[in-house]
Nanobody
Framework: QVQLVESGGDSVQAGGSLTLSCAAS????????MGWFRQAPGKKREAVAS????????EYAVSVKGRFTITRDKVANMVYLQMNSLKPEDTGMYYC?????????????????WGQGTQVTVSS
């Protein structure tokens, strides 16, 4: 079955960097759409970035554009989220998600499978 496992969350100071990883298994990784989401306590879940596995096309939330980069490794079945210039408002649980049969990819689409999340805490 489809499995997504996130890692790389940590506590960092503002201005620092982190790279989150998402290991995907159980489906044809070269297809579909993958996304990173985050949720802070008491707030709604927010789409952060998406990547179309086949073309590599990406989309970013305005709040992270220019600071975050989503990439994928089709050989290793991994998706990464490089986060630079972190701010306290980036704090939250970060989740990766996938729709393996997606014919399009973007922040507004629904995703079928979700990981358990990895915590990112940015202190000022």
């Amino acid at each position: 079955q489809v499995q997504l496992v996130e890692s790389g969350g940590d506590s960092v100071q503002a201005g620092g960097s982190l790279t989150l990883s998402c290991a995907a298994s159980g489906y044809t990784f070269s297809r579909g759409c993958m996304g990173w989401f985050r949720q802070a306590p008491g707030k709604k879940r927010e789409a952060v970035a998406s990547i179309f596995a086949g073309t590599g096309g990406t989309e970013y939330a305005v709040s992270v554009k220019g600071r975050f980069t989503i990439t994928r490794d089709k050989v290793a079945n991994m998706v990464y989220l490089q986060m630079n210039s972190l701010k306290p408002e980036d704090t939250g649980m970060y989740y990766c998600a996938t729709d393996p049969r997606a014919s399009w990819c973007g922040l507004t689409r629904d995703f079928d499978y979700w990981g358990q999340g990895t915590q990112v805490t940015v202190s000022s």
